[in-house]
């Protein structure tokens, strides 16, 4: 498809119907304390028409942690292998407990809101959210900004501010951000529609003309009378060396990949696709406010690649609707919930967007972290001028990223064209109309997002080489898969086969990629997943290295990739045989461990001495993980407690066998779920010695 992930989400206001500027009362409450700018308005979109009704309205407010301070570290510390609280995640209510807003917090900002007659909803259950509404009027004395209402073109009314809203300084200082009292304006897809052509492992897919004899490059292939082309299951598998871990029975078991919707999906869609394919994943429907409507393929692609890459794992479809609150209660709702390992999102807005609130998302995903949540995005579609069509940017071919993709809690998917599997050919996906370059259409300029936030700084994280080494703000993004539609994925939507593409399937392609990493590394989680992959990156193993092409789809001059990480690519790919593996940090790699037995043949009772150092695939100590020493033969035994032996900050440890009586002893040592060490000693009596008498 060469639509592209980048729906937008832009924040808006609930909104039934409204008068059409609703003024400031004389309700005074706050108005002896300075006040702060909290939303700044924006220009009322070309085509909205100004109303006058009665109406409410509803958005979110989320709160500032306590022990703030702490939260950064403590998440960092759960992806730190040499942390104690590695891989040690929080509840929904622990987090709430530790790092939540404080009852006092909660308090203030709930009883200023009430004083104006507005109703807050129950505070989060990680303690971040207030859910608000009310009348219009009583939003305007609150925020001392007047409103408008306006009716756009297809007849749908939103609220939107006139002028910036304030609150008290006292009250602003208890508040991360406001989500939803930005703008009118609803989430929309950066690019065209589909393109059309009229725990089972995924079998060949017979109704797509071509795929049993599918080799190297994209089949091609007719559906309603037209021609398409892509990758199938089976070739995708491959070159993400999926079909090696199915071989040994690795597919995701286990793991629940949560994916974020702002449309719906006909489930006739997925039920064939899935039939087509043999696969049996289970899906369960979670709705958001009401759930949503209407559809454009996103939804249906997204579980079509998560459910065929990682067969083995359940999908979880969280659908809001695509206005009002609806796209930050779906995160939160995600994250108070927990019940997802992996979340995938393919839907955006510019970094730049005066509508979002990118601060109020922040701590949603804060806590998606210190839960373990692995949170996927799309860079977009836009290459590195993500802006395109956005409502109040006037240069909207300005060098600009996406959001929530530049978060620094989220794992960001650029785009690439595959033109052959093996040998493989990619490079960065770049559509862009160099004959004409006549500004934005997405149908002749279409790139994989990258770039420097303006926002985030450079998370410690984000080590890099050669010319990124001195930038200071996050880059994105983080790695690369396919994105270029006729180099993309064959999606079963609105009852015809037709090829897709964009970095919308980079989210779910991911998401499935960690999924199957969860079960290979023998963990119920893999959590933020950003530190490792920068380790992975700077150790030169897990990706294939993207050089070929740039993202700069309207002539401003970056991103080219090259050498290493770069801005139009990140990493590059995953790696096909060390991706996965790659990723378990506390499993000892083999060709990185040494071990060491003090002696083959030992006197009974005398110890022998282990000493092993365990090191994992990107040559980093295996800290703080578990040993488990099995013995058997004689009467041997461990000195010492074993169920307290663990690798020290070096990745070492050394224990002594010993046994009361002559004979073999044999011993196997195996950290995480990998057998580090297997040898023997023969324990043997000592000879007596005699005494001479003279």
């Not at 997925?270 to 994943?281: A, K, P, R, V």
């Not at 860079?379 to 993709?405: R, Y």
């Not at 500004?439 to 990124?468: C, D, H, M, V």
Request: glycine fraction near 10%; charged fraction near 10%.
């Amino acid at each position: 498809m060469s639509r592209g992930t980048l729906f937008r989400t832009a924040a808006c206001i609930a909104v039934s119907t409204s008068l059409g500027v609703v003024g400031l009362s004389s309700i005074n409450a706050g108005a002896s304390t300075p006040r702060v700018v909290v939303v700044t308005s924006t220009a009322i979109p070309a085509g909205d028409q100004v109303i006058k009704a009665s109406s409410t309205a509803s958005f979110d407010v989320t709160l500032k942690n306590q022990n703030a301070a702490a939260l950064a570290p403590f998440i960092a510390s759960l992806s730190n292998p040499e942390s104690t609280n590695y891989h040690h995640y929080l509840t929904p209510t622990t987090f709430a407990n530790r790092f939540g807003a404080s009852t006092n917090v909660q308090a203030r900002v709930r009883s200023y809101l009430e004083t104006f007659g507005l109703h807050v909803g129950a505070i989060s259950t990680g303690h971040v959210l207030f859910h608000v509404s009310g009348s219009t009027t009583q939003m305007a004395n609150a925020f001392h900004a007047a409103l408008v209402t306006l009716r756009r073109p297809n007849n749908s009314v939103g609220v939107q501010l006139k002028q910036s809203a304030t609150l008290p300084s006292d009250v602003a200082s208890d508040i991360a951000g406001i989500y939803g009292l930005g703008s009118s304006v609803q989430a929309q897809h950066a690019s065209t529609p589909l393109v059309k052509a009229k725990t089972t492992l995924p079998t060949t897919c017979s109704q797509i003309p071509g795929a049993a004899s599918a080799g190297n490059t994209p089949i091609t292939f007719s559906s309603g009378g037209s021609s398409s082309s892509g990758y199938t299951v089976a070739q995708q598998a491959k070159l993400y060396g999926l079909n090696t871990q199915w071989a040994n029975g690795v597919t995701g078991t286990g793991q629940t990949i949560g994916l974020y919707e702002l449309e719906t999906y006909a489930a006739s869609d997925i039920s064939e696709y899935q039939s087509c394919y043999g696969l049996s994943n289970p899906i369960t429907v979670k709705n958001v406010d009401g759930g949503t409507s209407g559809s454009s393929g996103e939804a249906t692609l997204d579980i079509e690649e998560a459910a065929a890459l990682a067969p083995g794992a359940s999908l979880q479809v969280y659908q809001g609707p695509n206005n009002y609150s609806g796209p930050l209660d779906t995160y939160t709702a995600m994250a108070d919930q927990d019940t997802t390992s992996v979340i995938s999102t393919s839907w955006g807005t510019c970094e730049l967007d005066p509508s979002g609130d990118i601060a109020a998302e922040a701590s949603i995903f804060q806590q998606m972290a210190a839960q373990g949540q692995t949170i996927i995005d799309a860079a977009g579609d836009s290459g590195s001028s993500d802006c395109e069509g956005v409502s109040g940017i006037t240069n909207q071919a300005q060098l600009a990223v996406d959001d929530p993709a530049s978060q620094p809690y989220v794992t960001s998917v650029g785009g690439l064209q595959v033109s052959s599997i093996s040998p493989l050919t990619e490079s960065v996906w770049n559509e862009s109309n160099q004959s004409t370059n006549f500004g934005f259409n997405s149908s002749l300029a279409e790139g994989g997002g990258g770039g420097e936030s303006s926002y985030w700084p450079r998370p410690t994280w984000q080590t890099t080489t050669g010319a990124t080494s001195s930038v200071t703000k996050r880059m994105v993004p983080d790695l690369s898969v396919m994105a270029q539609p006729s180099t993309g994925f064959i999606t079963y939507y609105d009852g015809t086969w037709e090829q897709a593409g964009g970095t919308s399937i980079g989210a779910p392609i991911i998401a499935a990629l960690v999924a199957t990493a969860a079960q290979y590394c023998d963990v119920s989680r893999l959590g933020f997943i950003n530190p490792r992959l920068y380790q992975m990156g700077v150790a030169g193993t897990g990706f294939d290295d993207v050089t070929v092409g740039s993202n700069d789809i309207e002539n401003q001059g970056s991103y080219s990739a090259g050498v290493g990480y770069d801005m139009a690519s990140g990493w590059g790919s995953p790696d096909p045989s060390t991706f996965i593996p790659d990723l378990c940090a506390a499993l000892p790699s083999s060709s990185h461990t040494t071990a060491s037995l003090s002696a083959k043949i030992e006197k009974a009772s005398t110890p022998a001495t282990v000493s092993i150092v365990a090191h994992d695939a990107l040559n980093l100590p295996v800290a703080n993980q578990a040993v488990l020493v099995h013995v058997s033969g004689a009467k041997a035994k461990v000195l010492g407690s074993v169920s307290r032996l663990t690798t020290s900050a070096t990745g070492s440890v050394r224990f002594a066998v010993t046994s009361a009586t002559p004979g073999t002893v044999t011993i196997n040592v195996v950290i995480g779920s990998t057998s580090v060490f297997t040898g023997s000693v023969s324990f043997v009596r000592p000879k007596s010695v005699l005494s001479v008498r003279t």
